[in-house]
């Protein structure tokens, strides 16, 4: 199975800051996925396809990446942007989930 | 709008069988995936399963012995038996719609609480 590392574990960031977060394969897959979780919530699609933003996300967020490596980048940190991101591919059986990257807000 | 809902019993006992329902409105469950995913304490997610828009599965190999994924067209419900379980099946349970293309859950239900306690 394809273990996803996620980095990094914890971290904060002001208002206005850049935020990127990424998340390595330990082989390569076609596309990352990304779900951001706020506490007491089911997660939501946040980016698919590595780089596509679903439905309702701000344009402050972008993914890229390739093979092995995979990053979602805030342009401009914002209160509600404090949650949990968990990275996951579905391109290898069986899916897998990236143990997460909680981002605070400073 | 497409809706998922998760029931089922919060609580199950060591060696039982968890038993848990989604409900699905606003899409026919006849069309694309529909998995079951569950979040432990401490935050690791895991991908369990699907069940597919024709009824054919695909399980995780690590549950593959205790799993089984079932549907009711009838009622756009599907299902999720999880046996002989052990205080390390204790999660929130997640259903969720599947894209077969790029394989990303696009809609999720609330999620259950379950715990397996004696």
């Known amino acids: 199975e394809i273990v996803l590392t996620q980095s990094p574990t914890t971290m904060a960031a002001s208002p206005g800051e850049k935020v990127t977060l990424t998340c390595r394969a330990s082989?390569?897959?076609?596309?990352m996925h990304w779900y951001q979780q706020r506490s007491g919530t089911s997660p939501k699609l946040w980016i698919y396809?590595?780089?596509k933003l679903a439905s309702g996300v701000p344009n402050r967020f972008s993914g890229s990446g390739s093979g092995t490596s995979y990053s979602l980048t805030i342009n401009s940190m914002e209160t509600e942007d404090a949650a949990t991101y968990y990275c996951?591919?579905?391109?290898?059986?069986?899916?897998?989930f990236g143990a997460g990257t909680k981002l605070e807000l400073k | 709008e497409v809706q998922l809902q998760e029931s089922g019993p919060g609580l199950v006992k060591p060696s039982q069988s968890l038993s848990l329902t989604c409900s699905v409105t606003?899409?026919?469950?006849?069309?694309?995936?529909w998995g079951w995913i569950r979040k432990f304490p401490g935050n690791k997610m895991e991908w369990m399963g699907y069940?597919?828009?024709?009824?054919?599965?695909s399980y995780n190999p690590s549950l593959k012995s205790r799993i089984s994924i079932t549907r009711d067209t009838s009622k756009n419900q599907f299902f999720l038996q999880l046996n002989s379980v052990t205080t390390e099946d204790t999660a929130t349970y997640y259903c969720?719609?599947?894209?077969?293309?790029?394989?990303?859950?696009?809609?999720w239900g609330q999620g259950v609480m379950v715990t397996v306690s004696s």
């Open positions: 969720a719609r599947g894209r077969i293309i790029g394989g990303y859950f696009d809609y």
């Open positions: 082989s390569s897959v076609s596309y």
């Open positions: 396809e590595t780089s």
């Open positions: 606003g899409y026919s469950i006849t069309s694309n995936y």
């Open positions: 996951q591919q579905g391109s290898s059986y069986p899916n897998t």
């Open positions: 069940i597919s828009y024709s009824g054919s599965t």
